[in-house]
């Protein structure tokens, strides 16, 4: 049995594709956005709002410690 590719099959590859590249890039900005913020920040403490905090926990929480360790952020857990 022979498997050909559908005209449709090729389209939604070739969309998922150009969607991964947009994300990784947007994912990619963004972390070096946070090196450049961290280097501004020398050391300094971020202070944030309650709300602040909260909205941050609830991102984090859905990354996972393993990964979160893994980016470079201006906020930290501390």
Same mark, same amino acid.
């Given at each position: 049995m022979t498997h050909v !590719?559908?005209?449709f099959h090729l389209l939604v590859v070739a969309v998922a594709g150009w969607l991964n590249r947009q994300q990784q890039?947007? !994912?990619d900005y #963004? #972390?070096?956005e946070n090196r450049v913020?961290?280097?501004q #920040?020398? +050391?300094k403490r971020l202070r944030f709002t309650d709300e602040q905090r !909260?909205?941050?926990a609830v991102k984090a929480k859905a #990354? +996972?410690?393993?990964l979160l360790d893994e980016i470079e952020t201006p906020a930290?857990?501390?």
């Open positions: !590719i559908q005209p890039a947007s !994912i #963004l #972390l070096e913020l961290n280097d #920040l020398k +050391g !909260i909205r941050l #990354l +996972g410690r393993g930290t857990a501390h």
